[in-house]
DNA sequence: CATTGATCATGG
DNA sequence: CCATGATCAATG
């Protein structure tokens, strides 16, 4: 039933080429998965297709979805002209740390590292198993966008660790900024207030904003 | 119509 | 609650 993972990058990519321009249906149908007729009760019921399609076990920890390799999977919705159609979300954002304070040690870095794109051609139109799997791809930020990516990073880290969470929002940063990740906006967790006590507020997360994916996209495939 | 803010499912 | 996987949907 499930799958061991890839042992090496080479070996990961033959498994996501094989998914290549199969439709949902198909990769579905292989695994002997059900597939729900809309995503609006199981938003995360494609990346958990495609992970189990190629054996990820990272399960619900903090790592890349490959451990060994030290490879995250993204699977992203597209267009049928090859826009993102959604932001991609990374991981949670750190509240209470003020210490481990370096981007290369940062859950972030860690994942954006070595990315294993999978996009999916998923406009809303279109049922959830007719959606088809267009181009994975490896990929590391270059040295341009990684600076971007840490400035970013350290401009949201600096505001957390100053008790400024509540002034972070959506408009914040260039390629990855920090929206509410949470089952609602009633749900709390423990932050740094401005005077250093600690507060209560909404769990957030870092997500890359689709200008930035559709810039990866159009850097692999021009 | 793009973006920001809100929400849904699951496992530990 | 916190972490994973994200998409939905109100708003400007």
Request: hydrophobic fraction near 40%.
């Amino acid at each position: 039933m499930k799958r061991s993972p890839p042992v090496t990058e080479q070996a990961l990519l033959a498994r996501v080429n094989d998914l290549a321009a199969k439709t949902i249906n198909q990769i579905a149908n292989d695994l002997n998965m059900f597939v729900p007729e809309s995503l609006l009760k199981a938003k995360g019921w494609m990346g958990e297709l495609i992970e189990t399609a190629l054996g990820a076990n990272a399960g619900n920890t903090a790592q890349p979805d490959f451990v060994e390799l030290g490879i995250e999977l993204k699977t992203l919705p597209i267009d049928r002209f090859g826009k993102p159609l959604e932001s991609t979300y990374v991981t949670v954002v750190p509240l209470l740390d003020r210490q481990q304070f370096s981007w290369e040690k940062s859950e972030v870095y860690g994942k954006l590292k070595r990315v294993l794109w999978v996009p999916i051609i998923s406009e809303r139109h279109m049922s959830v198993g007719e959606r088809q799997v267009a181009n994975p791809f490896i990929w590391s930020p270059d040295h341009h966008d990684m600076q971007i990516l840490k400035t970013d990073w350290h401009e949201i880290m600096d505001m957390v660790a100053l008790g400024q969470v509540e002034k972070l929002n959506g408009r914040f940063g260039t390629y990855l900024h920090v929206r509410p990740k949470a089952a609602n906006s009633r749900c709390l967790t423990n932050a740094y207030a401005e005077d250093g006590s600690i507060m209560q507020t909404l769990p957030r997360g870092f997500y890359l904003r689709s200008d930035f994916t559709r810039k990866i996209l159009s850097d692999v495939f021009r």
